[in-house]
């Protein structure tokens, strides 16, 4: 089992920046892929991005390449968002999520085991 809370969202002007934490509790933090997804109302879930268990390697949406950076410091149990240009079209809620599955599935939001419950992020025009 693992419990994941994320913190960091918040209300910011297009082309600022804020940094997500995802922290984890539970047993084995290091042996999950970790992703971010997101969720604008009216709109599904949506792929951001996804670090390997080890930060041998990462994988990033199209709309937040060059923009967005993920981290993960397996010795504190956390992930990390590092979200640089914002643009208004980037409010969503977001959410962190653990798989313990194949890594090739990062992107499908159904093959994650454990979800935090979210974070709100606006971005202001």
């Known amino acids: 089992q693992v419990q994941l809370v994320e913190s960091g969202g918040g209300l910011v002007q297009a082309g600022g920046s804020l940094r997500l934490s995802c922290a984890a509790s539970g047993r084995s933090f290091s042996s999950y892929h970790m992703g971010w997804f997101r969720q604008a109302p009216g709109k599904d879930r949506e792929f951001v991005s996804a670090?390997?268990?080890?930060?041998?390697?990462?994988d990033y949406a199209d709309a937040v390449k060059g923009r967005f950076t993920i981290s993960r410091d397996n010795a504190v149990n956390t992930v990390y968002l590092q979200m640089n240009s914002l643009k208004p079209e980037d409010t969503a809620v977001y959410y962190c999520a653990a798989d313990r599955g194949s890594w090739y599935r990062r992107r499908g939001w159904d093959n994650y085991d454990y979800w935090g419950q979210g974070t709100q992020v606006t971005v202001s025009s």
């Open positions: 670090i390997y268990w080890s930060g041998a390697d990462t």
